[in-house]
T-cell receptor, first 115, second 115 residues
Framework: AQSVAQPEDQVNVAEGNPLTVKCTYS??????LFWYVQYPNRGLQFLLK??????LVKGSYGFEAEFNKSQTSFHLKKPSALVSDSALYFC?????????????FGAGTQVVVTP | DTAVSQTPKYLVTQMGNDKSIKCEQN?????MYWYKQDSKKFLKIMFS???????INETVPNRFSPKSPDKAHLNLHINSLELGDSAVYFC??????????????FGPGTRLTVL
């Protein structure tokens, strides 16, 4: 069975400081990994994904994520956070073993960026 | 143009009623999904259709019945509504294959409140 863990319910950071949102996963076989962001009263928006290749993936709005196979992690990062980055962030994994593998989402991490 | 749209945006109803939520996507995708997001923001997949065929059917009460008249539409009908059905329901779509890695596009959500 596949699973995703986001160990922090909330991350607080001051504007201009680096932002990191943690994600670890467990799958049988190779994973596809995704990050989505949800603003209040909105649907989820895709930020970036890891499929294969370079472990550092760049995405929308200045976000990037690093795939670490040995630590089974896929942490989301932004060098300099903005107040507008305050939102709920979801990590998701899809295993390659199933024919129609479903996306497994983490519980979400609320990011609060203060001015 | 809205890529994935849902109607209605809000739905308030009494216990025991039957209601439907509609979803349409104009992205030309072949796979559509229904997710339920509970009050703690936890996101859980309910159903997925590929080219009008059911491919994912999670452990969902049989009071929930999805219907896909064509690959651009996926509706959700709920019979005998219960208090625990109160949640935000998200529709999503993607261009998918078995073992695929394409991201999903989410609708704005339908907030269902059962009184």
């Amino acid at each position: 069975a596949q699973s995703v863990a986001q160990p922090e319910d909330q991350v607080n950071v001051a504007e201009g400081n680096p932002l990191t949102v943690k994600c670890t996963y467990s799958v049988s076989g190779n994973p596809y990994l995704f990050w989505y962001v949800q603003y209040p009263n909105r649907g989820l928006q895709f930020l970036l994904k890891y499929i294969t290749g370079d472990n550092l993936v760049k995405g929308s709005y200045g976000f990037e994520a690093e795939f670490n196979k040995s630590q089974t992690s896929f942490h989301l990062k932004k060098p300099s956070a903005l107040v507008s980055d305050s939102a709920l962030y979801f990590c998701a994994v899809r295993a390659l073993t199933d024919s129609w593998g479903k996306f497994q989402f983490g519980a979400g991490t609320q990011v609060v960026v203060t001015p | 143009d809205t890529a994935v749209s849902q109607t209605p945006k809000y739905l308030v109803t009494q216990m025991g009623n039957d209601k439907s939520i509609k979803c349409e996507q104009n992205l030309g995708h072949d796979t559509m999904y229904w997710y339920k997001q509970d009050s703690k923001k936890f996101l859980k997949i309910m159903f997925s259709y590929n080219n009008k065929e059911l491919i994912i059917n999670e452990t969902v009460p049989n009071r929930f019945s999805p219907k896909s008249p064509d690959k651009a539409h996926l509706n959700l009908h709920i019979n005998s509504l219960e208090l625990g059905d109160s949640a935000v329901y998200f529709c999503a779509s993607s261009q998918d294959l078995p073992g695929g890695y394409n991201e999903q596009f989410f609708g704005p959500g339908t907030r269902l409140t059962v009184l």
